[in-house]
């Protein structure tokens, strides 16, 4: 599955294959947007100073790179 196997990658991507990747980002910008906008939202609105981690669970999680993106995008520890 391509999905799977090109994940979000960065590097080393077949000029072929660069749509498939554009797809697959455009697709999880909206939800690392929904993610940063929870957070923020339960911070602001709670006791909860900050979060320590976020924690990915299921088939979606293997995504390649999306640990990383989503660190990156929310500047958040993500773990598997």
Same mark, same amino acid.
Do not use: C, M, W
């Given at each position: ?37 929870? #957070?923020?939202?339960?911070? !602001?609105?709670? $006791?909860? %100073?900050?979060?320590? /981690? #976020?924690?990915?669970?299921? !088939?979606?999680? $293997?995504? %390649?790179?999306?640990? /990383? ?12």
């Amino acid at each position: 599955n391509a999905k799977r196997s090109l994940g979000l990658a960065t590097e080393q991507v077949p000029q072929s294959a660069r749509p498939i990747v554009e797809v697959i980002y455009e697709a999880t910008n909206e939800l690392f947007t929904s993610v940063r906008n929870t #957070i923020t939202f339960v911070t !602001n609105t709670h $006791k909860i %100073t900050h979060v320590d /981690r #976020i924690l990915l669970s299921g !088939n979606g999680s $293997k995504l %390649t790179g999306l640990p /990383r993106a989503l660190a990156e995008y929310t500047r958040i520890p993500v773990v598997l």
